[in-house]
């Protein structure tokens, strides 16, 4: 089977039933993506399917779509550049140990790609995340800045637009 | 035996007769703590510098010159702090880098870390630097931990121990102050030869080496030069006035690594060949596998082999998910041996008749308060507290990667203390240690799993001896939770006789179980007769330390009942509390900014919510924690705020010190709330996350904290923000709903509100 992530195609040869978590640490070799609960209790494993969080532990990778485009912590920046995600992470120091942190900012970018600007309320119900070093409260202060940091990307990038119509 | 006992016996038995160390310094080494309770008092003579040829060749980098043994500079002034402790993920590497700058004058910018390797030659940074100033006790939170009373010193030397919060008070601020202290003898001194001038006129600001006449230098210029000079063991140490890096909240160095997937723990090692283990080990601590048939795994896909250990059997395979596969297809068959009955509800139970008995231990008394209390009879206040079993349960499951190759042992892991590893890896694989080498990877939590309790990297070590790939092993969660050592379980008795003033004349805490530190049960308050008594030997399931040890039990049982003798005074717990501390203006100040942060007086608690507080100092550091408790209509406690006033004497780090005492508090409200670890038939019954629940970001309170600073000898960050939580939240619910609780966990939510 085929298998697009971080937008390299990877040819596999494994098992359908083998969780797309295993895919990624142990075939395709990127590590970043974290083992911790291996039943969907933890969210250490997220990774982004079209976007969307998936808990890969529990993924077949049989069910996952040939044409899916699945992007791992290490898709995130380009290059040097980080996401405002991961900037306000750094800004933030939220991470600790780091275990959980390669899903909770996966976690947090999906949630900021659909709801750009979530409220505390959006915040407790999409990340769901476990963090034993306890930077929930850093999380929490992160993702708004990170909210605000891409809401002024936009405008930026909408007021660039609009002058450029004019010209 | 090893270096440090040899040089300890020639110093006692010679006194000194390395030439350029002479003088006041080198007397013996008398731990005050050690020397108090068990008479222990040996001598040791370490210098930072005896090493320093071993360690030039371990660190060393060509161009480089390593000025000492906690500092490289490079020839374009960057300089590397080479730390020997374990980033436990408290961003220690970083603060103590800063404590060697400003001691310095480093400019910022040029400072990188290093963690130091796991060799013997690293060992003792602090407290043999320390020592070697000579005009250093050890703090009281190390000498007390029982590493250091039941191994002798000379072994203690050749630690590396990260654990008791100890880093920065010890490696930091006596070890890495003296390292940058040297470093600057040694600059200004290669740098006034040079330049011909006297070197009172050479200083060392910002960063560069400087003259009076405006002459400058980078430390690379020098480096080399500098090592001529053997800077003395005792040189002056900055005033906490000229700090330039000690206060300030510097971006951990760590961080980068840990948001885009950089960061290598040891299950991301990846080496040629190199076969995934997953391991099955005896349900019952202490059994043996009898038998297991190998067939169900043998044929699988990827399957290299099935291994059997004395108590686990284990599979290796291509993959850690094949391999995990495999083995739980086995059906081992185990022989439990003598705790096939352990019961935590029993041991529950013997524990309460324990502390009812009469032949408890002292731990300590004075003022005849037995007899008070015995003679008061049904006026005595009385109650009864109980706190469950816990497990660790870090994010990153134990594990390590070990690979026997001729003849030759190399781990890469992370553990609390990488010389323990060492050792310990050696003995396990019978040959000498200078065959192990420790690679270090980043440690994914560990809270005490990782200190002294690393049975994983024995069983790594035996599989790794039954092939010649290197062996990834990886435990599930299930065998984390299930094989873990346990924060015992504990119960307590206390008992008290209140004056007609309503403070209390006689206190007796009889408890079951002391571990570490043995201050945790110390009684903060003003009382003139107490009897603080103990009972061993109840638990029988596997210990271990667990995030800030017995206080976090202390903490929950001292300041439960100091509240309710509080109420029975009729008195508000707050100021009740104040008035028995008079005596300690320390504490004082921090009850008092915990309650002002959190608007005790002012609180009206009109919209259904009810404030707790708990006070308790630990491994040096005082803290105070106010907790806003709410409970919804099904019973369920929350915890929407938490206030914490802390002092750790002097803070290196604003911003990291702010962050332990975050997760201090949610890793200890997670305990309130949800931790239980039960024994049933000899096994752990709780597997995961689902069965062993977690504060999760929508149950996370918002924690501001305070940070003061009264100049005592500098405390801990890593474990004192977890003792007082508990008790701030169970003192909360009673005043809220008038209902005591008196045994931990809260939940399941509502059990016992009878909501
Ligand atoms: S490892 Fe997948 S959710 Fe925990
Ligand atoms: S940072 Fe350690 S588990 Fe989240």
Not at chain 2, 212 to 224: I, L, V
Request: aromatic share 6%.
């Amino acid at each position: 089977m085929r298998l697009s992530i971080n937008g390299k195609p990877h040819d596999l040869d494994v098992e359908p039933e083998m969780p797309l978590l295993w895919v990624i640490r142990d075939v395709v070799n990127l590590t970043g993506t974290k083992f911790s609960c291996g039943v969907a209790a933890c969210g250490a494993c997220t990774v982004l399917i079209d976007g969307q969080p998936v808990r890969t532990c529990v993924t077949p990778v049989g069910s996952v779509s040939e044409t899916a485009e699945i992007t791992t912590i290490e898709g995130l920046a380009s290059g040097d550049e980080l996401t405002p995600v991961q900037a306000a992470w750094v800004e933030h120091q939220a991470p600790q140990c780091g275990f959980c942190q390669s899903g909770q900012i996966l976690a947090a970018t999906a949630l900021l790609s659909q709801t750009p600007e979530p409220t505390d309320e959006e915040i407790d119900a999409a990340m769901t995340n476990i963090c034993r070093c306890g930077s929930y409260p850093r999380i929490r202060k992160a993702i708004h800045a990170a909210a605000r940091a891409q809401a002024e990307t936009l405008r930026a990038a909408a007021g660039e637009g609009a002058s450029n119509d004019e010209r | 035996m090893t270096n440090v006992e040899n040089e300890a016996t020639q110093q006692t038995e010679a006194g000194g007769e390395r030439p350029k160390r002479k003088g006041p310094s080198r007397r013996l080494l008398i731990l005050g703590g050690l020397a108090a309770g068990g008479g222990i008092a040996i001598g040791a003579a370490l210098s930072p510098f005896s090493r320093l040829n071993e360690q030039r060749a371990m660190v060393g980098r060509p161009g480089e010159s390593v000025l000492l043994s906690s500092l490289r500079i490079a020839p374009d002034d960057s300089i590397t702090v080479i730390y020997p402790h374990a980033d436990m993920g408290t961003g220690v590497g970083t603060a103590l880098a800063q404590i060697l700058a400003d001691e310095l004058d480093a400019d910022w910018d040029n400072v990188r870390i290093e963690r130091a390797p796991g060799e013997t030659a690293f060992a003792n940074g602090a407290l043999g630097q320390a020592y070697v100033r000579g005009d250093t006790e050890i703090p009281a939170p190390l000498a007390g931990l029982s590493w250091l009373v039941t191994r002798r010193l000379a072994e203690t030397m050749n630690l590396q121990i990260t654990g008791g919060s100890t880093a920065i008070a010890m490696t930091g601020m006596e070890g890495m102050r003296h390292a940058g202290a040297s470093a600057r003898y040694m600059l200004t001194r290669a740098a006034a030869k040079s330049w011909g001038v006297p070197v009172e006129e050479v200083d060392i600001k910002g960063g560069r080496i400087i003259h009076a006449s405006g002459k400058s230098a980078g430390f690379g210029e020098f480096a080399e030069a500098g090592l001529e000079y053997d800077p003395p063991a005792r040189l002056p140490f900055k005033s906490k006035s000229a700090y330039t890096q000690i206060g300030k909240s510097r971006p951990r160095f760590d961080i980068p690594a840990k948001v885009n997937g950089e960061a290598i723990y040891s299950g991301d090692v990846r080496l040629p060949g190199m076969v995934f283990a997953a391991i099955r080990l005896s349900p019952v601590p202490g059994g043996v596998l009898e038998s297991v048939d190998a067939a169900p795994a043998s044929g699988r896909r990827g399957v290299v082999k099935v291994a059997t250990l004395p108590n686990a059997v284990a599979v290796f395979a291509d993959n850690f998910w094949r391999a995990r596969e495999a083995v739980r297809a086995l059906d081992p068959v185990w022989s439990p041996g003598e705790n096939a009955q352990l019961s935590s509800a029993e041991t529950i139970k013997s524990m309460e008749a324990a502390v009812r008995s009469s032949g408890l231990k002292k731990d300590h008394a004075r003022g005849g308060a037995a007899r008070t209390i015995e003679e008061a009879g049904e006026g005595a206040i009385e109650r009864v507290y109980t706190v469950p079993y816990l497990a660790h349960a870090a994010m990153e499951t134990v594990g390590c990667v070990a690979w026997m190759h001729d003849g030759e042992l190399e781990i890469w892991g992370a553990f609390q203390d990488a010389l323990v590893a060492k050792y310990q890896a050696a003995k396990t694989a019978g040959i000498p240690s200078d065959r192990v080498k420790v690679h270090h990877t980043e440690m994914g939590g560990a809270f005490g799993r990782r200190g002294y309790t690393i049975d994983f990297l024995d069983h790594a070590v035996r599989l790794a001896q039954q092939t010649d790939a290197p062996v990834n092993l990886i435990y599930t969660r299930e065998e984390d939770m299930t094989q873990d050592y346990y924060r015992n379980a504990s119960v307590a008795r206390m008992r008290a006789v209140l004056g007609e003033d309503g403070r209390p004349q006689a206190l007796s805490h009889h408890y079951a179980e002391r571990h570490d530190p043995k201050d945790a049960s110390r009684f903060p308050y003003d009382v003139s007769g107490l009897d603080v008594r103990f009972a061993n030997g109840n638990s029988a399931a596997p210990w271990g330390a667990w995030r800030s040890v017995d206080h976090s039990i202390h903490g929950f049982f001292i300041e439960c009942f100091i509240d309710e003798l509080a109420h029975e005074a009729g008195q508000d717990p707050y100021i009740y509390r104040r008035a028995l501390l008079e005596h300690n203006p320390r504490m004082l100040a921090v009850l008092d900014a915990a309650a002002e942060m959190s608007g005790w007086s002012s609180f009206s608690g009109a919209d259904g919510s009810a404030l707790g507080i708990a006070i308790k100092e630990s491994f040096g550091t005082v803290v105070c924690e106010v907790a806003e408790v709410r409970i919804s209509d099904t019973g369920a406690v929350s915890v929407p705020n938490v206030w914490v006033a802390a002092d750790p004497g002097l803070v290196v780090n604003p911003d990291g010190f702010i962050q332990q005492m975050e997760s201090g508090v949610v890793y200890g409200l997670t305990a309130a709330l949800y931790g239980e670890i039960e024994f049933e038939n000899g096994q752990v019954v709780q597997q995961n996350f689902w069965d062993y629940p977690m504060v999760r970001m929508a149950d996370c309170p918002n924690i501001e904290v305070k940070v003061l600073e009264s100049g005592a000898r500098t405390g801990g960050a890593g474990e004192p923000g977890t003792p007082p939580i508990a008790a701030a939240v169970a003192n909360g619910v009673f005043a809220l709903t008038g209902k005591r609780i008196r045994q931990l966990p809260l939940s399941p939510p509502g059990a016992q509100l009878g909501a």
